[in-house]
């Protein structure tokens, strides 16, 4: 459909509160991988006419702001509605979602089993740092009295800890145990163990944890910021009505 993204993951969970669907775009082979705005202008079109789904894109910034997708309050069918600027969103309306954007920085999607709600957050280290899960999981929970154990989380292609070498400013962030040692200036940064940490506080059961292991600087279907690559992987759930 568009040459600077390729569907790669396609997932559908069935439960109590509905079906949930979640798409994963990537990278092609062999095409142009230079994304534009026009891009996303394609895969919004592409949701609404093949899926009668409402897409929209945020400004991720890097930190612990979130929405919430209101079919009645928040603009849709833009590429960044009303110029909001957050990292993470939830929705209980069907058909409606936000397309997480990364190249490195982990995906993380959730649904609830039980109560209509579906969201999802980007999260590098300052995300991991601020919490961004932590702060946009605590608010779907609340508005919708769903309880915490009901959700089920899909994390998709991130950067491995192999490829991601980081300074000081990021190892004295957090445990000791989340850094391999390269030299006396640098460690490899294992941000799946941090996020592992933070899951485990949220008291979410390994077995409601789905992980798509494909390392992003390594991967030829994913985009890599770290590789020099201009492109983002589209990380999109939705409950479908």
């Known amino acids: 459909m568009m040459k600077a993204s390729k569907l790669h993951i396609e997932k559908r969970f069935k439960t109590a509160a509905g079906t949930y ?3 994963i775009w990537g990278k092609p082979q062999g095409s142009e991988l230079q994304q534009d705005d ?15 789904v409402s897409l929209s894109f945020l400004k991720q910034v890097h930190g612990k702001a979130f929405v919430e997708l209101l079919d009645d309050k928040l603009p849709i069918n833009h590429i960044n509605p009303i110029n909001i600027k957050a990292d993470g969103f939830f929705t209980s309306e069907p058909n409606h979602s936000i397309g ?5 920085c982990i995906p993380i999607l959730f649904y609830n089993t039980q109560k209509a709600v579906a969201g999802g957050v980007h999260s590098g280290w300052k995300g991991l740092k601020e919490k961004v899960l932590f702060h ?34 990021v190892y004295t962030v957090f ?10 200036i640098s460690w490899n940064f294992k941000m799946k163990t941090e996020l592992q940490n933070q899951l485990a506080q949220l ?9 798509f292991d494909a390392n ?11 590789c020099g690559e201009p492109g983002r992987n589209i990380n999109i759930i939705y409950l479908k009505k």
């Open 21 to 23: 669907h979640l798409d």
């Open 136 to 169: 946009t999981l605590s608010e779907a929970a609340r508005k919708n009295q769903a309880k915490v154990e009901d959700f089920r989380f899909i994390v998709g292609p991130f950067i491995g800890g192999d490829s991601y070498e980081v300074k000081s400013d």
């Open 100 to 104: 997480i954007k990364t190249a490195d």
């Open 203 to 211: 008291q979410i059961d390994e077995s409601h944890i789905t992980w």
């Open 216 to 226: 992003t600087f390594e991967s030829p279907d994913f985009y890599s910021h770290r």
């Open 175 to 184: 445990s000791p145990e989340c850094f391999d040692n390269k030299d006396d």
């Open 38 to 52: 026009s891009t996303y202008e394609n895969l919004i079109q592409y949701y609404k006419e093949e899926k009668s």
